[in-house]
Nanobody, 120 residues
Framework: QVELVESGGGLVQAGGSLRLSCAASGTIFSINAMAWYRQAPGKQRELVAQ???????NYADSVKGRFTISRDNAKNWVYLQMNSLKPEDTALYYC??????????????WGQGTQVTVSS
């Protein structure tokens, strides 16, 4: 069984920074892509950033130049450095792991979410 634990969310003023972390534990042989999604109240969940095993990253237009995604393949961690935060970044942020090979299984996993609130 694979478990995801997220951390780093909180309350910050506009212009501030936060760093989200997501740790995957369990018997993991490999992880294809790692990503962060977010969902604001009344809105659909949206992709914020994704990074492949080859460290190729892509970002939502709304966060380009402000957010940076990175991963540690040895530890099975993924990070999201968020700078120049805006009130519209307020949302529940979810870690998502795609193509996790654990034993004989290959599946995707969602984290439980961590709240980010940006005050104006």
């Amino acid at each position: 069984q694979v478990e995801l634990v997220e951390s780093g969310g909180g309350l910050v003023q506009a212009g501030g920074s936060l760093r989200l972390s997501c740790a995957a534990s369990g018997t993991i042989f490999s992880i294809n892509a790692m990503a962060w999604y977010r969902q604001a109240p009344g809105k659909q969940r949206e992709l914020v950033a994704q990074i492949t095993r080859g460290d190729r990253a892509n970002y939502a237009d709304s966060v380009k130049g402000r957010f940076t995604i990175s991963r540690d393949n040895a530890k099975n961690w993924v990070y999201l450095q968020m700078n120049s935060l805006k009130p519209e970044d307020t949302a529940l942020y979810y870690c998502y792991l795609e193509g996790v090979r654990s034993g004989a299984s290959l599946r995707n996993y969602w984290g439980q979410g961590t709240q980010v609130t940006v005050s104006s």
